[in-house]
């Protein structure tokens, strides 16, 4: 398997250097190896339709949990075969489609890299595997979906479709680990060894919510459903196999994958019917107003996907394997549908079904398919379409909710006007553009339309073809037990055909009046903006208006707040911490108090003053070389000569540069109101009470031993008899060395702050 | 006197984050200044005072007759007063630029490069 | 014991005479008079602490350290009160009133760069 | 002795804060610079006298070093001054 | 004998030397950064091997014993740091030798910046707490020098507010080396680590906080990371780039290292602080991010979003999760430093790191946009990138804790930074470049800067594909930080 | 050889000088104690004989030094010296006995 | 403007301060003193002579350019600790060899501490003298 999807990688890496090689035919070229790719997933069948399942595993990040775990089993299987072998045909399509698009390789590269993840996705067999192939399918679908960059609204579409997904990506993250957590493993197959373990425990419904989450984003599962007909902003062919055949599938594979460990629950039929009802509901009805081509096939796509969902969320081994015959039937139908949408706008310019008519004439082998497909879709005998609706009325009777029979008979009846519309409308009736302009176009573009369509078509007269070999072993997958399916084209008169031929008699009726429900939407339209869609924007104005406010809040650029705030915050926790000390005994060194002593004290604290209230710097730098006088003298009269020398030295030395700036340094200016000053000195006070309480604190504890003992010791051993130099230059010399480094360093930084004056912007940045 | 310093300090700190927070650039250095220097206090004064002996070993004498001022911090404190007074001699040549090219001491002009 | 008594008076005079040249600077009318009570009180004041330090630590170190101080001091702070008292001059600090002559009203070349001697014409 | 050199300090400290007041009054800079001045001799002296009461004869040094270096600033103080038109503030 | 400790200062220290000796001559000074960046680089990889298989390494500088002389200390967290040290100086020296214009390079930049090599190795490699302080004073003042190099006035302005946000940080750094001094009576962080053990809980809790304020303005965490998005975007790219790179994970390194040798008496004060400053940090950072529309303030606050994640891990105080907080800081280390450097390109061939004036560069330099695509998509956690594993590790570790709202916080921040980083995508390479847009060199770029992008970017694609190695060298280099005694061990030569 | 010969006189001076110095910092230490002002400050002229640089700088230094009386400039052509005086009695007194007693001194032990 | 008397004096002092300092220097590892101390008053006499004079001129006193100090004072500093690293001793491992009797200083010992020290004096001479010059010169 791993060699499968690295071959797929690869040629998504060689696609646009050999697009430049074999140009228009790399299309074909690359359908070659997908379609073996194909053939051998075939290969796998029989021993899987036995009730085998294909492993291979191989380690990657034991550490993590994660390792290179495949497992293909009859669910996995039909997905392999549907991406692989569509995915062959819309390589051919696009050949056909994108013909001397600037970026046609890079296409290649993308579709490639996407249909790679996506065959991984559906073998993973380690949960964290899957889930690194689930973000690569929704970033290669970005790139893919924002084809036609330079337009806004492509870009929009897929940064939409990618913070959907992706969030929904994220909860499925959560969710996994979660998982991992409670299962004490990421490899599937361990885990469905003891399937009960995740249903029985605390954390199943926050699992089971994290999972939903991403598989309904990914399949556009009300209330996600609105990013799919904003993504019809990709190029046909994308939209083909993205947001019909497989991509949108992939949430529905995980329900299907995941319903042996987390289904059969409460929780899980109700929320997983509910949102399939209510998107398979809301996916028709806003199919129906539909103009435009894609989007109509893009709403009904969405019912479709709803359809599944809700089949799965029933579970029912009759529901499971109408789920698992309506996968095959929709990609089937809905992938040609879009490639033959794609290739009218390619030759009529327009996708606009009211002004498309008459085409038959001038694409015949594209209508044929077209009819085809649209008669699966509707569910017409001899059509595998009228197999899986069967199927479905079956299950959702079986239901016995009345209420989802309902619900499904509606949708299919809205489902069979949206296919006359898609399928029949536009070949029909006098040809509306002047036909010369238009031909049958090239093989590339109908040959995809015409394999699905007749697929469906040979599927329905054959059902036995599919059924025994792969739906069954799909449905045994998703059920854990082994299950033989039986389609048959003829049931007898019963139920269920009642509701299939009513289903196609009312399905005209909507057509017939299709114009007038447009009108009625289109009043009906200002419902729609209080829509999830609309949601989503308000969501990024929040975001950003948020992102503005806060950064306006903290990052306002005024020196003096952030200043503030840091030493707001360090007081705070000081404070706190001495607290947390208890009390701080405030009587150390009373005794024997000296005038001179508090003299000096006293003129360091009002010199500083003097330098905080002074008018003239100049003023300020005296009485600063006061407090460094003093400080030195405190220095000298505690036994610490070279510091007071040092003091000395320095401070003069700052005097010296002082004096020498101040004239070109700015005159004071007294900013800021009394009350702003107020508060500062007020915060400053308390600070200094905090920082006086610590020192006392700090004196008040002396665990004994200190190092310097050893340098009082050991100082002639080097050398020396003045410890402090000795410290300096041998004891810790390299705190010296360090110094100096820094010394040189501010040397080098006022040279060139003095010297080099700023110039040209040009190499700046 | 450790009280007595210990208040001095807690002064020291209190008046240079006071200057801190003006909005005066040359304050603004007044205040990193007076901060270094209590800062310096501070670790001379938590390390404990003696008045009596320097850390310089008599001649004669094999080892540091007790008590002495304890070495350490010294040699931490020069080595922070140097680096203070490098930094100092930078920021200087800041202030003298940022004034040459702003033509203001007040810090809030400072903003423009932050608010796009 | 006598050793002690001459340092002792020699250190009490000194700080008297630095205590004096506290007293100046702050009573002393104007900048220039200030300036005769710190720089001649004040090194003389230093000098006779200076002198009851090396009475009192009478080795050869010391009494070379103490020279050398008052050295620099004699050297040093004449020069400083002329700086000071000359930029003074210039950023014309007032005089007091009881200043009975000023020899030096317009002598500065407008520059500052020449101080004329107001007898080169002889 | 230790009385002597208690009243010294005494004295001592109270010319430093006279000089002190001196320069927190100015009125001009050269006022504040000579009080800075003295203050640095008087400064000396105590480190010089403490040498004495506490025999630690090391001090010297830096009374040595002031010596030598804190006309230095006196000097720069003037050197500024001169330039400026008058007084400033 | 223990020569690969001092190695990694003694050649940019030399380095530096020579450069300042070189004087006038930039061909010398660019010939020397190189070669002692490549140098650093190789002493890095040989210390990561001499402990990988020697265990953790220590020598008494001066001959004189622990506690009392000051001793180098690498484990591997250490040895790591080293030797990613080393391949960012490279790379980015490499940048610079197109990115720096004659006149900074005239005026000291290559000394500069080799001290500021310097300053991020000690800081590194230290085993005595002020002597950490040294260190941290040699990387700042390079890196206020370097911020201010040029003069222009953005530059100045983000100078000055740079310089006095550190400037009080390194004095709040002294303020608790002093009040630990007088209470322990020793610098060297082991002996520190042994006399706190039996001292009442709160005795060092106001340094520990003093510190974590300290390290929290370098490592930019909030409240206290105004100075980095008001400086990053000034200065020449390659400066940026290294700051962006090293000098906050230095406030990293040093919050783990103090946190997790020195003060672990009360984790339920202070590492809870710390998920909780954490999260925060996250989420500020990656909001600030959002309201951006140039490239480098964009990245800028994502650098404090990320620093959230990392010492998220020290919070959670578990080996798994210091080992991700490990594995995440390499992995932004070379994944922050490349897109910087890829807007340095951007700049360099469009003039303007402004989202409103680019585009069109999917369309001119296509081979650029996938450059830029892989370290992009590796800070939003999109798999198989390093940054999924970073992540992952992460979240995985989190879950150990009883609640899981850090979890939420650190997977919805990764949406806004997928989001940001698609920003910058869809702005400046999918869309097209608006009317009149000139400026920059059109040209290609130049092969001096895409030499070290492409490496780094193989570099994050390597980790992202084999990331088992990365992660087992960050395991143990976790195990090592969760217990002291191997430390205390190697640098007093008894157990604590 | 030179120097000895002036040894005595130097010997001589400094004692001089010590003994001037005193009485200065006495009286202005009786000024400074007694309310009342009783100095009669002057900024005044001397003309120099003083030629080389050293003279000039030993004789600046020790007018500084001595009775109330501060150097502040010398002229361009180093013909005056200007000083500021504290107690000027009659100025043309103060300028005489400058020049005798401290003036030729000085010149004397540098010639 | 210049001042007669503080030229003539300078010229005295400068010397003297020039002489003091590398006393300190010397005699640093045993009385109060050392590479700092010295480094500092150096640079005060150098800077003192520039004051008096004019920048130019102390430049021409100092002879090399203050950059050089930095970089061969860091150089001398940092080579002092490597002769260790031949004796298989650590970093910055002081080795003695013999001394002199100075008449100033005392007994002056050799050995790499104090060419540590020197190293030290002579950046902590140049960036003072550095920044003075710059600051001087940015008139
Ligand atoms: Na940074
Ligand atoms: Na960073």
Redesign the interface.
């Known amino acids: 398997m791993l060699s499968a999807l690295l071959l797929i990688f690869i040629l998504a890496l060689l696609a646009p250097t050999l697009h430049r090689v074999l140009r228009g035919a790399t299309g074909w070229a690359l359908a070659v190896p997908v379609a073996a790719v194909t053939g051998w997933f075939g290969t796998l069948l029989p021993g899987i339709a036995s009730g085998g399942v294909f492993q291979e595993s191989r380690a990657?990040?034991?550490?993590?949990g994660i390792d290179l775990a495949f497992r293909i089993d009859g669910w996995a299987l039909l997905f392999l075969l549907l991406i692989a072998g569509i995915g062959a045909l819309i390589l051919i399509y696009a050949g056909g489609y994108l013909h001397g698009h600037r970026h046609e390789g890079?296409f290649y590269g993308f579709i490639l890299l996407f249909m790679g993840s996506m065959l991984g996705l559906v073998s993973a067999d380690n949960l964290?595997l899957m889930?690194?192939f689930w973000?690569?399918t929704s970033?290669s679908s970005?790139l893919l979906i924002?084809f036609d960059?330079?337009k806004k609204e492509s870009?929009a579409a897929?940064?939409q479709a990618?913070?959907v997904t992706?969030?929904g990506g994220?909860?499925l993250?959560?969710g996994f680990?979660?998982i991992?957590?409670v299962g004490g493993t990421f490899s599937f197959s361990t885990l469905l060894e003891s399937p009960d373990v995740l249903r029985e425990h605390a954390l199943y419904l926050p699992i089971l919510l994290l999972v939903l989450a991403g598989a309904f984003t990914k399949s556009a599962q009300f209330p996600f459903h609105f990013w799919l007909p904003g993504a019809m902003a990709a190029p046909t062919p994308v939209s083909a196999y993205l947001h019909s055949a497989t991509m949108v599938k992939a949430g529905i594979f995980l329900l299907g994958r995941f319903s042996p460990l987390l289904g059969s629950t409460e929780a899980w039929h109700q929320i997983v019917t509910t949102v399939g009802a209510v998107t398979m509901l809301a996916g028709a009805l806003l199919a129906l107003p539909q103009t435009d081509l894609k989007r109509l096939l893009a709403y009904s796509t969405v019912s479709g996907l709803g359809t599944l969902t809700l089949l799965l969320g029933i579970g029912t081994t009759l529901a499971i394997k109408a789920a698992a015959i309506f996968l095959l039937v929709h990609s089937l139908y809905k992938g040609a549908l879009f490639m033959v949408a794609g290739a009218v706008d390619h030759e009529a310019h327009t996708r606009d079904v009211r002004s498309l008519s008459g085409l038959f004439k001038v694409m015949p082998i594209t209508a044929l398919a077209a009819g085809a497909a649209a008669l699966s879709m509707s569910g017409f005998p001899p059509l595998v379409g009228f197999i899986s609706k069967e199927l479905l009325y079956e299950a959702n009777l079986e239901a016995g909710s009345l209420l989802v029979t309902a619900a499904g008979l509606a949708a299919n009846v809205i489902m069979v006007a949206v296919a006359i519309i898609v399928g029949f409308r536009p070949f029909h009736g006098p040809p509306q553009v002047a036909p010369q302009a238009m031909h049958e176009p090239p093989l590339a573009l109908w040959l995809g339309p015409a394999v699905l369509a007749a697929l469906g078509l040979v599927a329905g007269i054959l059902p036995n073809l599919v059924d025994r070999p792969l739906l069954a072993a799909a449905v045994s997958a998703i059920l854990g037990v082994e299950t033989p399916v039986q389609l048959k084209l003829w049931h007898g008169f019963n139920l269920v055909l009642g509701l299939s031929v009513l289903t196609v008699l009312a399905g005209l009726a909507v057509y017939a009046v299709r114009d007038r429900i447009r009108t009625v939407a289109a009043r009906l339209a200002p419902i729609a903006r209080v829509g999830p869609e609309r949601a989503y924007a308000l969501g990024l104005q929040a975001?950003?208006f948020?992102?503005?406010r806060?950064?306006r809040l903290?990052?306002h650029?005024y020196?003096r707040?952030?200043?503030l705030?840091?030493?707001i915050?360090?007081t705070a926790?000081?404070g706190?911490?001495?607290s947390?000390?208890?009390a701080v005994p405030l009587w150390i060194g009373f005794e024997d108090v000296r005038f001179h002593e508090v003299a000096i004290g006293v003129i360091i604290l009002s010199a500083a003053l003097v330098a905080a209230n002074a008018r003239s710097r100049l003023a300020a730098v005296a009485a600063l070389g006061v407090v460094g006088y003093s400080v030195a003298l405190i220095y000298g009269l505690y036994g610490a000569p070279d510091l007071a020398v040092t003091q000395i030295l320095v401070e003069t030395l700052t005097l010296v540069l002082f004096v020498l700036v101040v004239a070109h340094l700015p005159h004071f200016s007294t900013f800021g109101g009394p009350r702003r000053r107020r508060f500062d000195a007020l915060f400053a006070a308390v600070a200094g009470v905090v920082?006086t309480l610590?020192?006392l604190?700090?004196?008040h504890?002396?665990?004994?031993?200190?190092?310097?003992e050893?340098?009082a010791e050991?100082a002639l051993r080097a050398q020396g008899r003045n410890v402090v130099n000795v410290i300096l230059v041998?004891?810790?010399?390299?705190?010296t060395?360090?110094?100096i480094?820094?010394l040189?360093?501010?040397a080098?930084?006022v040279?060139?702050?003095l010297?080099?004056?700023?110039?040209s912007?040009?190499?700046?940045? | 006197m450790e009280t007595t310093l210990a208040i001095v300090i807690g002064g020291l700190y209190a008046i240079s984050f006071y200057l801190?927070l003006r909005r005066s650039?040359v304050k603004?250095i007044f205040g990193?200044m007076l901060?270094?220097q209590a800062?310096?206090l501070?670790?001379?004064?938590?390390?404990?005072l003696t008045r009596a002996q320097a850390p310089i070993i008599p001649d004669g004498a094999a080892a540091l007759p007790a008590p002495y001022a304890d070495p350490?911090?010294q040699a931490?404190i020069l080595?922070?007063i140097v680096?203070s007074f490098?930094?100092l001699a930078?920021?200087l040549a800041?202030?003298r630029?940022?004034h040459s090219?702003?033509q203001t001491d007040d810090?809030d002009q400072?903003?423009?490069?932050?608010r796009? | 014991m006598k050793s002690e008594i001459l340092p002792a008076i020699f250190l009490l005079v000194g700080a008297s005479f630095m205590l004096v040249a506290g007293l100046g600077i702050v009573r002393f009318p104007d900048l220039f008079t200030r300036m005769h009570a710190a720089s001649k009180a004040g090194s003389l004041g230093l000098g006779c602490i200076l002198v009851g330090v090396a009475i009192s630590y009478p080795t050869p170190t010391v009494i070379a350290k103490c020279l050398m101080v008052l050295l620099f001091i004699f050297l040093t702070t004449p020069i400083a009160a002329h700086m000071i008292g000359r930029a003074a001059y210039f950023l014309k600090v007032p005089f007091w009133k009881g200043t009975v002559a000023d020899d030096l009203k317009g002598r500065y070349s407008d520059d500052r760069t020449e101080l004329s001697s107001g007898i080169e014409q002889k | 002795m230790n009385v002597i050199l208690t009243i010294v300090f005494i004295l001592l400290a109270a010319a430093l804060l006279l000089a002190f007041v001196r320069l927190a009054r100015g009125p001009s800079l050269p006022d504040r610079v000579i009080a800075l001045d003295l203050m640095s001799l008087i400064i000396a002296g105590m480190i010089a006298a403490y040498v004495v009461w506490m025999r630690q004869p090391v001090l010297l040094d830096a009374v040595t070093v002031m010596a030598v270096i804190s006309f230095f600033g006196t000097v720069a103080f003037a050197r500024y001054l001169e330039r400026r038109p008058t007084d400033e503030e | 004998?223990?020569?690969a400790l001092?190695l990694p200062l003694?050649i940019p220290?030399?380095t530096?030397?020579g450069c300042?000796?070189a004087?006038a001559s930039r061909r010398a000074q660019r010939a020397l950064s190189i070669l002692g960046s490549s140098a650093l680089l190789a002493a890095g990889v040989w210390l990561l091997r001499e402990v990988n298989a020697g265990g953790i390494q220590a020598?008494?500088?001066?001959?004189?014993p622990a506690?009392?002389?000051?001793t180098l200390v690498a484990d591997l967290f250490s040895a790591i740091m080293v030797a990613i040290t080393g391949f960012v100086a490279l790379c980015v020296g490499i940048f610079a030798l197109a990115?720096?214009?004659p006149?900074?390079e005239r005026?000291?930049f290559y000394?500069?910046y080799h001290?500021l090599l310097?300053?991020v190795c000690?800081a590194f490699l230290?085993g005595d707490l002020?002597?950490l302080f040294?260190?941290f004073?040699?990387m700042l003042?390079?890196s206020?020098?370097l911020l201010?190099?040029?003069?222009?006035?953005?530059q100045?302005?983000?100078?000055?507010?740079y310089?006095?946000?550190n400037?009080?940080?390194s004095?709040?750094f002294?303020?608790a080396?002093?009040?630990l001094?007088?209470?322990?009576?020793?610098?060297?962080m082991a002996?520190l680590a042994v006399?706190l053990r039996d001292?009442p809980?709160?005795?060092a809790?106001?340094s520990?906080?003093?510190l974590?304020?300290a390290f929290g303005?370098k490592a930019g965490v909030f409240?206290?990371f105004?100075?980095l998005?008001?400086s990053y975007h000034?200065p020449?790219?390659a400066v940026s780039a290294i700051f962006a790179g090293l000098l906050t994970k230095v406030g990293v390194y040093a919050l783990i290292r103090v946190f997790t040798l020195i003060f672990t008496a009360d984790p339920a004060?202070t590492h809870t602080l710390i998920v909780v400053v954490s999260v925060l940090t996250m989420i500020?950072g990656v909001?600030?991010?959002?309201?951006?529309?140039?490239v480098?303030?964009v990245l800028s606050f994502h650098i404090i979003s990320q620093i959230g994640y990392m010492t998220l891990g020290l919070g959670l105080f578990t080996t798994a999760a210091i080992a991700a907080a490990i594995f995440y800081v390499v992995h932004h280390i070379i994944v922050k430093t490349n897109l910087f450097l890829i807007?340095?390109a951007i700049?360099h061939v469009r003039g303007t790191?402004e989202l409103k004036r680019l585009g069109g560069l999917?369309r001119d330099y296509?081979w650029l946009g996938l450059l830029f695509l892989i370290p992009a998509?590796s800070l939003a956690g999109?798999?198989?990138l390093s940054g999924?594993?970073a992540k992952?590790?992460l979240?995985?570790a989190t879950?150990d804790l009883p609640s899981y709202w850090p979890?939420?916080a650190a997977?919805?921040v990764?949406?806004?930074t997928?989001?940001s980083m698609?920003k910058i995508w869809?702005e400046a390479?999918?869309?097209?470049e608006p009317e009149g847009a000139t400026g920059g060199t059109r040209g290609p770029v130049p092969r001096i800067m895409l030499v070290p992008i492409v490496a780094m970017a193989l570099v994050t694609v390597a980790i992202g594909f084999f990331?088992?190695t990365l992660?087992?060298f960050a395991?143990r280099a976790a195990g090592q930080l969760m217990n002291p005694n191997l430390y205390i061990e190697a640098v007093l030569g008894r157990a604590g | 050889m030179k120097l000895l010969l002036k040894l005595p006189r130097l010997i001589f001076f400094i004692g001089f000088y010590l003994k001037e110095l005193v009485l200065a910092s006495v009286r202005v230490a009786h000024d400074a104690l007694t309310p009342t002002h009783h100095m009669r400050p002057a900024m005044l002229a001397i003309p120099l004989d003083a030629k080389t640089d050293f003279e000039i700088l030993l004789l600046a230094n020790l007018i500084s030094m001595t009775p109330g009386t501060v150097s502040i400039d010398v002229s361009t052509d180093r013909r005056v010296l200007y000083l500021h005086a504290m107690y000027v009695g009659d100025p043309e007194a103060l300028r005489h006995e400058i020049k005798t007693t401290l003036e030729s001194r000085v010149l004397a032990l540098m010639r | 403007m210049d001042s007669l008397i503080l030229r003539t004096a300078a010229r005295l002092i400068t010397p003297l301060q020039l002489a003091f300092s590398v006393l300190l220097l010397i005699r640093g590892h045993n009385e109060p003193g050392g590479g700092f101390i010295g480094g500092l008053v150096a640079a005060c006499g150098i800077a003192l002579h520039g004051i008096a004079y004019d920048i130019p001129a102390a430049r021409r006193l100092l002879r090399v350019p203050p950059?050089?100090l930095?970089?061969?004072g860091?150089?001398v500093a940092?080579l002092s600790g490597l002769p260790?690293?031949f004796q298989?001793?650590?970093?910055?491992?002081?080795l003695w060899g013999g001394s002199v009797q100075t008449l100033v200083a005392g007994e002056l010992k050799f050995g790499t501490p104090l060419l540590f020290d020197i190293g030290v004096y002579l950046v902590v001479a140049g960036i003072a003298v550095q920044m003075v010059f710059a600051m001087a010169e940015d008139q």
């Open positions: 990657w990040v034991p550490a993590l890079r964290i889930f690194v973000e690569l970033f970005y924002g960059h330079e870009r897929a940064l990618l913070l992706g969030g994220l909860a993250l959560a680990v979660l991992g957590k975001l950003t948020v992102a503005d806060q950064t903290l990052q650029g020196l707040g952030y200043v705030t840091v030493l915050v360090a926790l000081a706190f911490a001495l947390r000390f208890g920082i610590l020192v604190k700090a004196l504890v002396d665990s004994g031993a200190r190092v310097s050893y340098f050991n041998d004891f810790r010399a390299l705190d060395l360090g110094e480094a820094v040189s360093v501010a080098l930084g040279f060139a702050l010297k080099l004056r700023p110039y912007k040009k190499g700046g940045r | 801190m650039m603004l990193l901060f270094s800062v310096n501070l670790i001379f004064t938590a390390a404990g350490l911090p931490l080595t922070a680096i490098g930094m930078f920021t800041l202030t630029r940022a090219t702003l810090l400072l903003g423009r490069s932050e796009p | 004998m223990k020569l001092v003694l220290l030399l530096a030397i300042i000796l004087g020598v008494q500088l001066g001959n004189w506690p009392f002389g000051i990115n720096i214009d006149n900074r005026f000291g000394p500069l001290f310097l300053g000690g230290t002020f002597n040294v260190w004073e040699v003042m390079s206020f020098v201010a190099l040029g003069g222009e006035r953005p100045i302005e983000a100078a000055v507010k310089l006095t946000l400037f009080i940080a004095g709040l002294l303020t080396l002093g009040i001094y007088g209470q322990f009576g020793t610098l060297n002996d006399k001292q809980i709160g005795v809790l106001s520990a906080m003093l974590f304020v303005i409240p206290l105004f100075w998005p008001a000034t020449p790219v004060t500020t909001l600030g991010a959002a309201a951006q529309y140039e480098r303030r807007a340095g700049g790191g999917y296509p998509m999109i798999p198989p999924f594993f992952f590790a979240v995985k879950l979890v939420a997977l919805a990764g949406l806004l997928l989001f698609t869809a390479f999918w869309k097209a990331p088992g992660l087992d395991t | 950059t050089m930095i970089g061969v860091l150089l940092t260790g690293l298989e001793l650590p970093f910055m491992t002081g």
